[in-house]
């Protein structure tokens, strides 16, 4: 009779060596005996096991990264992972591996599972490579990284920026972003040699990659302090940064073959056009989207993110990195052109660093051009409705001095960029669309200088005298509430006009621009309104102080109170209350007095 043998009582040889290697594993680097661990594990008795069961054990070893190990721990645990990513059947090592990477979410065990990983993959490097697992590969390592917290609300100025280098969400992220750069320079090298080609995809091994290191520029890099001044010594992450642009740049030669990536897809107008209203192009910005079919939405996804592009020609371009791979035959038009949509999607974005990034780069890219070198034909570029409200925006409502100042530096250098045709159509355009009065009295400013330009030349600039001076003159002169209008509101954009108009009495005595046709509005509807205004807005701010100044409304003065942003403001003392009525009866007053100068300008024209 044969002997029965009972399978259940019989333990398996490999779960043996599986319970027997992790747990001596588990002792050994407990106990600090980090040599004698890996010598176990490239014992050959363990060698067919590793092969078949790495997804057994690597989860027992990247356990061990929750201990506190020290570097010396951390550094066997990788080598140990590196030795069973290099004798593992690599499709479940590479499962096992990128499973464990997202669970764990210490910076510590990221680092230490980026060169088993990078091992599994150059086993896969030939000259035939399969992309689908590199891909997902590198898709999973940006994910991991993408994800990972940085400071936000920061209201920093200059060199106070310096102090995020410290703070520790962006040391972890600085690091990893470096730990990222290594790892993908193994590869970077082994297809600028041509030992690693991807099949089955449509563009080059060097632009597949590219695109990948791209990724990078979108976050963490666009929410980075990337700035370096001429002298300063430069931080970690604007090396890494510099390396990663320099490898994007070798691998596509010319960094302006990313142009054609770039997409601007803001449907509203925001700048208005000459005869149409705001509601009509507002209406007509909808319709442009309507005709994007359902194949052409599912391909946006595949496309690169416009921040990516954006954060990373600010570092070609406005910071000066890989300029190896910066073409000199593109002209300066041609590279601020195309790059004002990346101009706009950084000034979109709600974090202060990111605005930065693009004032500098579009900063860098006008100091390029000369002054009225723009063609009037360049106003019908991509982004160009939208980067002057873009700017105002910054000038007006960001709680940032400095990017306030640079907004406004950039906003005037940009008036004056383009040729006479262009100023005018811009002047005009933001003349009907800015509903700031501070903004509004500086581009009529820019709208007398042009004038005074004209003026001062033999042959006068039709684009500021005639019927086009008659119809900047009717937008400026008119009050958004005609006699009902907030004086003290819109101090500054009344100001201006009246300057304006003394401006154009005084200086052009022989009618050569045309003023004299807009007399008739003048005296028949703009002043009158706005002498009615002030002396309304004048008898209302007297009455208002009289009351407060009697004895009786001492006793009566009620006590209130205002919040502001969430915090509530201290009352108002009477004394107070009085100066700050005051000054606005002054004001009135210097504007009455422009006025009436305006008038006698007008009288002694006519």
């Known amino acids: 009779m044969g002997t029965v ?66 570097l010396d721990g951390e550094k066997c645990v990788e080598n140990l992972l590196v030795y069973i990513a290099s004798v593992a059947n690599s499709k479940e090592a590479l499962l096992v591996f990128l499973e464990e990477l997202e669970i764990h979410s210490s910076g510590i065990q990221f680092h230490v599972m980026l060169q088993p990983i990078q091992t599994l993959l150059l086993r896969e490097v030939s000259l035939n490579t399969r992309l689908v697992t590199f891909s997902w590969v590198f898709n999973t390592l940006y994910s991991r990284i993408s994800v990972m917290e940085l400071p936000t609300g920061n209201n920093l100025e ?108 803001n449907s509203k107008i925001l700048l208005a056009c000459e005869g149409n209203n705001d509601e009509e192009q507002e209406t007509k910005g909808k319709e442009d989207n309507s005709w994007e079919t359902e194949d052409q939405k599912e391909e946006r996804k595949d496309e690169i993110s416009q921040l990516s592009l954006a954060s990373f020609f600010y570092c070609v371009l406005g910071q000066h990195m890989a ?18 949509p990346l101009i706009a999607s950084l000034l979109q974005e709600k974090e202060h660093i990111p605005i930065h990034k693009g004032l500098i780069l579009a900063k860098t890219l006008l100091n390029n051009l000369g002054e009225r070198s723009l063609p009037s034909g360049s106003l019908e570029a991509k982004a160009h409705s939208s980067f002057p409200q873009l700017l105002i925006r910054v000038m007006t409502f960001c709680d940032n001095k400095e990017l306030r100042t640079i907004a406004l530096d950039i906003f005037r250098s940009y008036l004056r960029k383009f040729d006479s045709v262009g100023r005018r159509k811009l002047i005009q355009a933001l003349l009907l669309s800015v509903k700031h009065a501070g903004v509004l009295g500086l581009v009529i400013h820019e709208l007398k200088e042009n004038i005074a330009l004209s003026l001062n030349q033999d042959n006068l600039d039709f684009n500021f005298c005639g019927k086009h001076l008659i119809k900047f003159v009717m937008v400026v002169c008119s009050l958004p509430d005609a006699e009902k209008t907030d004086m003290l509101e819109w101090s500054d954009f009344i100001m201006a006009a009246l300057n304006l108009l003394i401006f154009l009495f005084v200086r052009d005595r022989e009618n050569k621009t045309g003023i004299k046709e807009v007399v008739p509005f003048l005296q028949k509807d703009y002043l ?68 009436a100068r305006v008038t006698q300008s007008i009288e002694s024209k006519v």
């Not at 280098?165 to 040699?193: C, G």
């Not at 370096?228 to 070798?250: A, F, K, P, R, W």
Request: net charge negative; hydrophobic share 40%.
């Open 323 to 340: 300029n190896d791979s910066v073409p000199c035959v593109y002209s300066h038009q041609y590279v601020f052109l195309s790059c004002l």
């Open 528 to 595: 009158p309104q706005l002498q009615k205004g002030l002396d309304l807005s004048k008898s209302h701010y007297e009455l208002k102080l009289k009351d407060i100044s009697s004895p009786s409304n001492k006793e009566k003065h009620i006590e209130m109170s205002m919040c502001v942003g969430g915090s509530v403001l201290p009352n108002m003392p009477l004394d107070q209350e009085k100066k700050i009525l005051q000054t606005a009866i002054c004001s009135l007053d210097m504007m009455q007095c422009v006025l």
């Open 158 to 265: 200059g060199k106070e920026r310096k102090v995020l280098d410290v703070h520790p969400d962006v040391i972890a992220v600085t690091s990893a972003l470096q730990w990222l750069k290594d790892f993908y320079e193994v590869f970077y090298r082994k297809v600028m040699n041509r030992e690693l080609i991807w099949i089955g995809n449509v563009v080059s091994s060097r632009e597949y990659l590219a695109l990948f290191l791209l990724q990078l520029f979108h976050k963490p890099v666009t929410y980075l302090v990337i700035y370096c001044d001429v002298g300063e010594i430069e931080s970690s992450v604007y090396s890494t940064c510099s390396d990663l642009t320099s490898m994007i740049g070798n691998l596509l030669s010319n960094v302006f073959k990313l142009f054609s990536n770039i997409r601007w897809k």
């Open 5 to 70: 043998v009972d399978t259940e009582d019989t333990p398996d040889p490999l779960e043996t060596t599986q319970q027997d290697l992790g747990s001596i594993l588990w002792k050994k680097l407990r106990d600090g005996e980090y040599e004698s661990a890996i010598a176990i594990t490239k014992e050959q008795k363990y060698h067919q096991y590793l092969v078949h069961n790495s997804l057994d054990l690597v989860p027992i070893i990247t356990k061990l990264l929750h201990e506190d190990l020290g």
